[in-house]
C-alpha cells in the first residue's frame, strides 16, 4: 500500500528563517515524488518532482530512500511563500498511475 | 491551453438534490481523476480514467456517487442524493502517459456546501 504522512499540520516561521517541511512515505518499491503547493483559494500546483533533482523557488527536495522521506526545505522563508504545501507519491509498479497526497501542512512565513 | 476546467465553481444546494461537478481536461491528456479535498482527510483519489475508461473507482465514499467520461474532453461526477457530509472542494486532473512522472496538472474545483 502506498501512504504519505506529512506530520505537522502547521508550520509557523519567521521572513529569512530556514523551513523544512517533512514528508514520509510507506512504500515497498521506488516511488515516484512530488511537492504541489497550494496557494489560498487557489488550484493545486506542482512544486517540485524528486526525478528533476531542481530548485524551483528556492526550494529543494531530496529523497531519502534509507529514511524514507522527501522533506521540503528552503534556506530563507519569503512571505510569499504561504501556502498549503502536499506531498504526493506514485507508485511505479503495478501500472498503478494514481497519486497519492499526504494530508498537507500549511505554512505561514510572518514578517 | 486553458488548462483544465472546471465547473461550477461553486455550488450551493440542499440535501438530498441531484449535484453534477463537471471537468474538461487538456486536449491530448489520456489520464483523468476526480479528486475530494476538505480540512479532516485531505485529498482523496474518489476514481481516474485512461482513455475514458474507469481504471479505479476505490475511492468513491459510496453509491450515491458517480463519475463519467463519455469522450476525451468531458466528464461528470455526480452526487445523488447530496448530502451535508459530502460539502468539499472537488478538484479534477489531467495527465498523460509519458507525463506521469512530471504529475498531473489540476482544475481550479469546485467548492460544494450541501446544506
Known amino acids: 500500500a502506498q501512504r504519505v504522512t506529512q506530520p505537522e499540520k502547521l508550520l509557523s516561521v519567521f521572513k529569512g528563517a530556514p523551513v523544512e517541511l517533512k514528508c514520509n512515505y510507506s512504500?515497498?518499491?521506488?516511488?515516484?515524488l512530488f511537492w504541489y503547493v497550494q496557494y489560498s483559494r487557489q488550484r493545486l500546483q506542482l512544486l517540485l518532482r524528486?526525478?528533476s533533482r531542481e530548485s524551483i523557488k528556492g526550494f529543494t527536495a531530496d529523497l531519502n530512500k534509507g529514511e524514507t522521506s522527501f522533506h521540503l526545505k528552503k534556506p530563507f522563508a519569503q512571505e510569499e511563500d504561504s501556502a498549503m504545501y502536499y506531498c504526493?507519491?506514485?507508485?511505479?509498479?503495478?501500472?498503478?498511475?494514481?497519486?497519492?497526497f499526504g494530508k498537507g501542512t500549511k505554512l505561514t512565513v510572518n514578517p | 491551453d486553458a488548462g483544465v476546467i472546471q465547473s461550477p465553481r461553486h455550488e450551493v444546494t440542499e440535501m438530498g438534490q441531484e449535484v453534477t461537478l463537471r471537468c474538461k481536461p487538456i486536449?491530448?491528456?489520456?489520464?483523468l481523476f476526480w479528486y475530494r479535498q476538505t480540512m479532516m482527510r485531505g485529498l482523496e483519489l474518489l476514481i481516474y480514467?485512461?482513455?475514458?475508461?474507469?481504471?479505479?473507482d476505490s475511492g468513491m465514499p459510496e453509491d450515491r456517487f458517480s463519475a463519467k467520461m463519455p469522450n476525451a474532453s468531458f466528464s461528470t461526477l455526480k452526487i445523488q442524493p447530496s448530502e451535508p457530509r459530502d460539502s468539499a472542494v472537488y478538484f479534477c486532473?489531467?495527465?498523460?502517459?509519458?507525463?506521469?512522472?512530471?504529475?498531473?496538472?489540476f482544475g481550479s474545483g469546485t467548492r460544494l456546501t450541501v446544506v
Open positions: 504526493a507519491l506514485r507508485g511505479t509498479q503495478g501500472g498503478s498511475e494514481k497519486l497519492v
Open positions: 480514467f485512461n482513455n475514458n475508461v474507469p481504471i479505479d
Open positions: 512504500y515497498s518499491g521506488s516511488p515516484e
Open positions: 524528486h526525478i
Open positions: 486532473a489531467s495527465s498523460f502517459r509519458p507525463g506521469l512522472s512530471n504529475g498531473y496538472t
Open positions: 486536449s491530448g491528456h489520456d489520464y
